[in-house]
């Protein structure tokens, strides 16, 4: 299995664009979920899906930011319009479902290094 | 918010020694993980031990976990220059299936 997938690697844009992060799970993974990492922050959740249906989107910052799960293998963060303060490396990570035991061992993507100038 | 606090923020040591990284923690859990993240990378899993477990070992491993106290310990014995990286503990919230991660260590082990 080729792990979490995410593109584009780095995206440099200008502040009021429209950005669109793409991640593809592991094959049979039951859960997705998106975070954003700055110094400042640390790792953040913004949210996660269960079988493409959001559960959570408590961390999602504002409602410039959104996200998909069109199916189980293509997942998609946007932001529109950027801001510079969106500045950060967004990592997408799939799990799968411990039946009630607990979260599970997460696999993360290798992220996507986002500037908003 | 963050759930978990790493201690310390850096820890600078040489081929061979061995490291120790804490995490404290404030709500009850199911399970706690430890992640590695090199630099400009995601991050990956090292180990996960569950709330009845006190002590869990893989490899050049060694994890704690003192659910009275809400912390955990993790021990790299003979650390090499290879284990230089970020390491983060993260737990779950009870009755969710997400992780709160904490604020991480970053490990410089010199040659």
């Known amino acids: 299995d080729a792990g979490v997938i995410q593109s584009p690697r780095h995206e440099v844009t200008e502040m009021g664009q429209e950005v669109t992060l793409r991640c593809k799970p592991i094959?049979?993974?039951?859960?997705l979920f998106w975070y954003r990492q700055t110094m400042m922050r640390g790792l953040e959740l913004l949210i996660y899906f269960n079988n493409n249906v959001p559960i959570d989107d408590s961390g999602m910052p504002e409602d410039r930011f959104s996200a998909k799960m069109p199916n189980a293998s293509f997942s998609t963060l946007k932001i529109q319009p950027s801001e510079p303060r969106d500045s950060a490396v967004y990592f997408c990570a799939s799990s799968l479902d411990r039946r009630g035991r607990g979260a599970n061992e997460q696999f993360f993507g290798p992220g996507t290094r986002l500037t908003v100038l | 918010s963050q759930q978990g606090e790493e201690d310390p923020q850096a820890l600078s040591i040489q081929e061979g020694e061995n490291a120790t990284m804490n995490c404290s923690y404030k709500?009850?859990?199911?399970?706690l993980q430890w992640y590695r993240q090199n630099s400009g990378r995601g991050l990956v899993h090292l180990i996960l031990?569950?709330?009845?477990?006190r002590e869990k070992h893989s490899g050049r491993l060694r994890v704690t976990l003192d659910t009275s106290k809400k912390s955990s310990s993790l021990l790299i014995t003979a650390s090499r220059a290879a284990d230089t990286a970020s390491y983060f503990c993260a737990t779950d919230i009870l009755n969710t299936d997400k992780l709160i991660f904490g604020t991480g260590t970053r490990l410089q082990v010199f040659p």
């Open positions: 031990i569950r709330s009845n477990e």
């Open positions: 094959s049979g993974h039951d859960y």
């Open positions: 709500t009850s859990i199911n399970n």
